[in-house]
């Protein structure tokens, strides 16, 4: 079943001389519980790719379709409520908020959508994340690897249709990067997630399903594992 489809996908910057194709003529899809890696070297396009399918940034052309809705034909509020319900982003720098302790970081999306909270579906989440006894903690008070588990368990709160993880490995060391990997591929299997990854990391890359090299933003590899 297909969850992403991208088509003709084009982001441009700037106008004339100073104009820059960060994506030109991008289509892919995606079948629901793939995981795939988003390669190639830096200013290849990848995070500008990632942005758009997660509605933070919008495309120059070309469309983004997510379990069948067309997101930027949305308007804004009907596309804000969209990208906190169907995608789950996990970001190299946590982007956690710090006056929340980790149980309302982690129910944050729940919270802004004023939705109740499965304290179940929480209670499998924080247990597979190893949170049990940092519910109460700030921020501040956990460790790289603790924070980046505390964004992993926000993006699958809401039973996203797809998670888009940006480098979440870049800013933690080798143990801990590969514990977040580790989670990922976990969540990616036991609840059927849809796993994009952004990385640098060859390492991680050859652990997914599918491997999408990008260079000067367009596709020059697309090969599945």
Request: charged share 25%; no cysteine.
């Amino acid at each position: 079943m297909e969850i992403l489809r991208v088509q003709n996908l084009a982001k441009v910057y700037g106008s004339g001389a100073t104009e820059v194709r960060a994506l030109d003529g991008v289509s892919f899809s995606v079948e629901k519980g793939e995981f795939l890696a988003i390669v190639g070297p830096s200013g290849s396009g990848k995070s500008t790719l990632l942005h758009i399918l997660g509605g933070v940034d919008k495309p120059s052309a070309g469309q983004v379709f997510i379990d069948g809705t067309d997101i930027y034909n949305l308007n804004e509020s009907k596309l804000a409520i969209f990208r906190r319900r169907q995608v789950g982003l996990v970001y190299q720098f946590y982007n956690l908020i710090p006056v929340l302790n980790v149980e309302e970081n982690l129910t944050l999306p729940l919270l802004l959508d004023q939705r109740r909270i499965d304290k179940e579906r929480l209670a499998g989440i924080v247990a597979t994340l190893g949170l049990q006894n940092r519910l109460k903690n700030l921020p501040n008070q956990l460790s790289g690897g603790e924070q980046q588990r505390v964004s992993i368990g926000r993006a699958l709160i809401n039973n996203p249709a797809l998670v888009l993880a940006d480098e979440p490995t870049g800013n933690l060391d080798s143990k801990n990067s590969a514990e977040i990997i580790e989670l990922l591929k976990y969540s990616n299997q036991k609840f059927n997630q849809t796993l994009l990854v952004i990385t640098h990391d060859q390492g991680i890359a050859l652990q997914a399903d599918r491997i999408i090299n990008l260079a000067d933003g367009r596709i020059e590899r697309d090969e599945r594992r």
